[in-house]
């Protein structure tokens, strides 16, 4: 079974603080994103990565950047947390052409 | 701009009854759509797919419809259990333009006893 692995469950920041939300997967896949869901607006792409040290903005990047050295880990990063960044976060894996994403757990971020 | 709409927030259905829940999409260049179930404080998990050169899959108790020119697909549970209570979200892309899913908003599905 794939496993996709988010550090937290749950997160607290204040505002202005750096956050890093880090995630693992464990099926050598190429494909990497994260996404954040929020009530009435389903899931969004943050940013996604298909190879180990590229990136590809998705549809809502502002206020993030990513970060991916190596083909499990893929990383985002608040550089300056605001309060409109609260939300749950969720990072997903895919192989190659596959267009099925497995999913992580999530990251419910509170920034007070 | 919205490409995958889910325009039902929440759907009720009673125990046993079929469940359908309906998606439509604008962008004519997908060609691979996706089911996922969600429970609360948990990520989506993969549910059912269709292709484009198809008009219907079905696994067990769910099946997805397709109607290309309507630019609409639909899943249906039949029959319906408590335990499909959760939200559905429909998810669309391209298969040969590129890697992310392309999501919906989401049907909260509650199915009462």
């Known amino acids: 079974d794939v496993k996709v692995t988010q550090s937290s469950r749950y997160l607290v920041k204040r505002t202005g603080e750096k956050v890093f939300l880090e995630c693992v997967q464990d099926?050598?896949?190429?494909?990497m994103f994260w996404y954040r869901q929020d009530p009435g607006l389903g899931l969004r792409l943050i940013y996604f990565s298909y190879d180990v040290k590229m990136k590809e903005k998705g549809d809502i990047p502002e206020g993030y950047s990513v970060s991916r050295e190596k083909k499990e880990r893929f990383s985002l990063i608040l550089e300056s947390a605001s309060t409109n960044q609260t939300s749950m976060y969720l990072c997903?894996?895919?192989?190659?052409?596959?267009?099925?994403?497995?999913f992580g757990s999530g990251t419910q971020l509170s920034v007070l | 701009d919205q490409q995958v709409k889910q325009n039902s927030p929440s759907l009720s259905v009673q125990e046993g009854r079929i469940s359908i829940l309906n998606c439509d999409y604008t962008?004519?260049?997908?060609?691979?759509f996706l089911w996922y179930k969600k429970y609360p404080a948990e990520g989506p998990t993969f549910l059912i797919s269709?292709?484009?050169?198809?008009d219907k899959n079905e696994d067990g108790r769910f099946t997805v419809f397709l109607n290309k020119s309507a630019k609409h697909l639909s899943l249906h549970i039949v029959p319906s259990q408590p335990g499909d209570s959760a939200v559905y979200f429909c998810a669309a892309t391209n298969s040969n333009s590129g890697y992310a899913l392309n999501f919906g908003k989401g049907t909260s599905l509650l199915v009462t006893p």
């Open positions: 962008n004519s260049m997908f060609d691979y």
């Open positions: 997903a894996s895919s192989l190659g052409q596959d267009e099925k994403l497995f």
């Open positions: 099926m050598d896949h190429e494909n």
């Open positions: 269709i292709s484009s050169i198809k």
